[in-house]
Every structure is written in C-alpha cells, then in structure tokens.
C-alpha cells in the first residue's frame, strides 16, 4: 500500500463550482501535510501547508485534515479556468529527514 | 536572480551514454532533493541531500549518483542511461526537514529521453 493515496482524476467541473480534491494516508504518525499545485510543465509550487488536525483557509483553498480518518481534502471555492492544474497532497513520511512522498496527482479541468 | 534553476530543461540521450543533470539554487538552502515524475507512479524521491557532502538514498536510487560538493549545486548524474530512465526529473531545495512554512521549492523540471 502507498504511504499516500490519490485519485488521478480527470475531474473537470463547471467554472464557480465548488473543487473538492482529497487523499488517504497510511501512517497514524504522521501529522504534516502540503498541497502542492503543478501546472503544465512545470515544477509544483506549495499551496497549502497544515499541520495535525483541523481546517486552514487562505482565499478561496482550504486544507481540511481528518486525522481520524487519516483523509485529506483541498476546497476550491468560486473555481476558476486559472486553477486548471494537477494538485498533489505531500506528506514527510520520514520525519522530513528523507524527503517528502507525494500522492499521484489529481488532475483537475475547470471549463470556462 | 534568487530561485533554483535547472538545466538543461530538455535532453535526448542514447541508451548507454553517461548524462549528468545540474541543479542550482541561491537560497543556501541545506536540504536538497532529486524527484523524478513518471505518469502512474507521481513524483517519486531519487536522492536527497541535508548538505554539503551528506547525501543517501531516496526510493529509487538505482542508476544514478549525485554530489553535494557545494551548498548551492546538487548534480544528479545517470553513469549508463537506459530507456526506463526516460522521465521528468525534479529538483527541489528546503530551509529545513519539513520544509518550514515554505515547504520545498522545486525547479521548473528536465525532461529527459533516453532513446
């Protein structure tokens, strides 16, 4: 089983709808967790950084973890053709020491 | 300019030939890292670095070697390429383990094809 788990998608949804991108994790331990946005061809850039459980806001994200669960979710409120990305949720599985380990990706359309 | 650049951003090589992929950042930044992105499998850590002179293994080491001679350069080299070496190749730098606030700072990729 990967450490952190992610639906690929597509999921394309109309512009203004509501995003909803989420990931499972494995690991009860761990308590970082990062939403990173990739565009085409090019590098991913974080998000969204939280930490335990509980919810984050800034502007229209917001990062919810369910640590009871040990589900993550990204909300997209009032989404735009600009949000048109892959988003990844992070994790630093190993304590940070060894880097991050990334979910698959989920590749999110947002049509105008 | 600050940032962390890498190059070349695109490289076709031949099965066999040595190839070395160079990673530079300006932040002074102790942890540094080589992801490689492959559709199915996502970003996946090749090799990691916390500084000059210490670096270990990720979780798919095999075929590559890296050198931390220098704080700022992180140079990702393939001794013998082979074709499943084919990949988008990301390098990445952080302040700390869990990268702060800032989380890590990737560059914009070197896509490589190994033919």
């Known amino acids: 089983q990967k450490e952190v788990e992610q639906d690929p998608g597509p999921l394309s949804v109309p512009e203004g709808a509501i995003v909803s991108l989420n990931c499972t994790y494995s690991n009860s331990a761990f308590q970082y967790f990062m939403w990173y946005r990739q565009y085409s061809r090019k590098g991913p850039e974080l998000l969204m950084y939280t930490y335990s459980s509980g919810n984050k806001e800034d502007g229209r994200f917001t990062a919810q973890v369910d640590k009871s669960s040990k589900y993550i979710s990204l909300f997209i409120r009032d989404s735009q053709p600009s949000d048109s990305a892959t988003y990844l949720c992070a994790t630093p599985s190993g304590g940070g020491a060894d880097g991050l380990t990334f979910g698959k990706g989920t590749h999110l359309i947002i049509q105008p | 300019d600050a940032g962390i650049t890498q190059s070349p951003r695109y490289k076709i090589t031949e099965t066999g030939r040595q190839v070395t992929l160079m990673c530079h950042q300006t932040?002074?930044?102790?942890?540094m890292f080589w992801y490689r992105q492959d559709l199915g499998h996502g970003l996946r850590l090749i090799y990691y670095s916390a500084a000059a002179d210490i670096t270990d293994k990720g979780e798919v080491p095999d075929g590559y070697v890296v050198s931390r001679s220098k704080t700022e350069n992180f140079p990702l080299t393939l001794e013998s390429a082979t074709r499943s070496q084919t990949s988008v190749y990301f390098c990445?730098?952080?302040?700390?383990?869990?990268?702060?606030?800032?989380?890590?700072?990737f560059g914009s990729g070197t896509r490589l094809t190994v033919v």
């Open positions: 990445a730098s952080s302040e700390s383990t869990m990268g702060g606030g800032r989380g890590y700072t």
């Open positions: 932040w002074s930044h102790s942890y």
